[in-house]
């Protein structure tokens, strides 16, 4: 079975098993959803992110948390 490319929230939030192993990044970049979440939760601002990261949107940030709060809200993803 061959693992295809899958896109989440308006194309902001893809995995594609091509790109970072398949773990779930933002619009195919190599920037991983993980990588996002770890500076927001370190404390960055998102205009620091948005600076640091030149090739993101604005609407990426929140695009992560949103991902991120719907992978919470599965059934199985706690196990």
Not at 12 to 24: A, E, L, Q, T, Y
Not at 53 to 66: F, G, N, Q, R, T
């Amino acid at each position: 079975m061959t693992l295809e490319k899958v896109s989440y929230l308006y194309v902001r939030v893809s995995i594609d098993p091509d790109v970072c192993n398949g773990k779930p990044t933002i619009r195919g970049k190599r920037i991983t959803v993980h990588t996002i979440l770890d500076y927001l939760s370190a404390g960055e601002s998102v205009s620091e992110i948005l600076r640091q990261h030149p090739s993101l949107e604005a609407e990426d940030i929140p695009a992560c948390l949103a991902f991120a709060s719907r992978l919470m809200d599965q059934r199985d993803c706690c196990k």
